[in-house]
Nanobody, 117 residues
């Protein structure tokens, strides 16, 4: 199971940090997807279980940072310089495969991020 938190409303240029606590099997690559209103779900970022490697999607690269606290079984998504197009429901996910082939095999509930001017 995974429990995401940290969403909210913020003005453009602001920041938020999302958290996702995992229970059960935690030695999996984990990451974030998002689904903007009326659009398909898209990949945001992922991190290996150890957590030596990360991959950040092009739309947020340079603004978002993913990290992991293994002892707390928690991943974080630090979102900086938020823009209107970052408005979405953000989902944490875990993958049975390696980071290079990250797909969402397990899902947490979403947390809503709303960015306004």
């Amino acid at each position: 199971q995974m429990q995401a938190s940290g969403g909210g409303s913020v003005q453009t240029g602001g920041f938020l940090r999302l958290s996702c606590v995992a229970s059960g099997r935690t030695n999996l690559a984990m990451g974030w997807y998002r689904q903007p209103p009326g659009q398909e779900r898209e990949f945001v970022a992922a991190i290996s279980w150890d957590p030596k490697d990360t991959y950040v999607g092009g739309a947020v690269r340079g603004r978002f940072v993913i990290s992991r606290d293994v002892a707390k079984s928690t991943i974080y998504l630090q979102m900086n310089d938020l823009q209107f197009e970052d408005t979405a429901v953000y989902y944490c996910a875990a993958s049975r495969g390696p980071l290079a082939r990250f797909v969402g095999d397990y899902w947490g509930q979403g947390t809503l991020v709303t960015v306004s001017s």
